[in-house]
């Protein structure tokens, strides 16, 4: 049975603390689910009660902190945000963004050590289970903002959620986010860059 990380777990938040520490300092390989279970002072029949192995454990903490992040933003952002351009949403959301991993600083360690699992199989089998591809939410963004008339007329939408969904699943291997102070510009690089290609031209 895999149930995950809930409010009714017992040992949720010291697991998940335990998780979060040992993932940063070890990386995935090295990890172990023994230190973890001693730190979150868990048995080994619990843990395997609510998960199958370390990397369904490892796939539970991802989902658990997209979804914390994901209430962040949906508790930051106005209704005045939401009615601007989808560029504009996306720069809004990169700002907030910013300010969660400074509000969460555990939360941003792991986003920074998972991305240098990059060149491993984990990372291929996380980007391939949590991509943007098949994110409901930016495909809701887009098809509103296609209605609107914000992209090119020449570009089917189901090629527009195909591509904003590729690159935003591979952006930590096109932008250069190694120095914390550089990747809000990189970021915002990264949208003006999307919305040159994908925005009709404005004729003067």
């Not at 938040?13 to 230190?35: C, D, P, V």
């Not at 998960?51 to 962040?72: G, M, P, R, S, V």
């Not at 933003?73 to 939401?82: G, I, Q, R």
């Not at 700002?95 to 360690?109: E, S, W």
């Amino acid at each position: 049975m895999s149930t995950g990380f809930n409010k009714d777990f017992e040992h949720n938040e010291a697991l998940m603390k335990a998780s979060l520490n040992e993932f940063i300092t070890r990386g995935y390989e090295k990890a172990s689910i023994n230190h973890i279970l001693k730190m979150a002072n868990m048995s080994k029949g619990s843990f395997y009660y609510h998960f199958k192995n370390k990397e369904d454990l490892y796939f539970h903490l991802i989902q658990t902190l997209i979804e914390k992040k994901q209430a962040f933003l949906s508790k930051a952002m106005t209704v005045e945000d939401y009615s601007t351009d989808i560029f504009s949403i996306f720069k809004t959301q990169i700002r907030l963004g910013m300010q969660f991993a400074v509000d969460y600083p555990d939360i941003n360690r792991f986003a920074n050590s998972f991305v240098k699992e990059k060149g491993n199989d984990i990372y291929e089998r996380a980007l391939k289970k949590y991509n943007f591809e098949n994110n409901d939410q930016i495909n809701q963004m887009i098809e509103a903002s296609y209605h609107k008339g914000e992209f090119r007329e020449n570009l089917p939408i189901e090629f527009i959620k195909r591509i904003i969904g590729f690159l935003f699943t591979h952006l930590g291997e096109i932008t250069d986010i190694s120095k914390p102070e550089h990747i809000e510009q990189e970021m915002n690089y990264f949208i003006d860059f999307l919305k040159m290609g994908l925005t009709k031209e404005r004729r003067e």
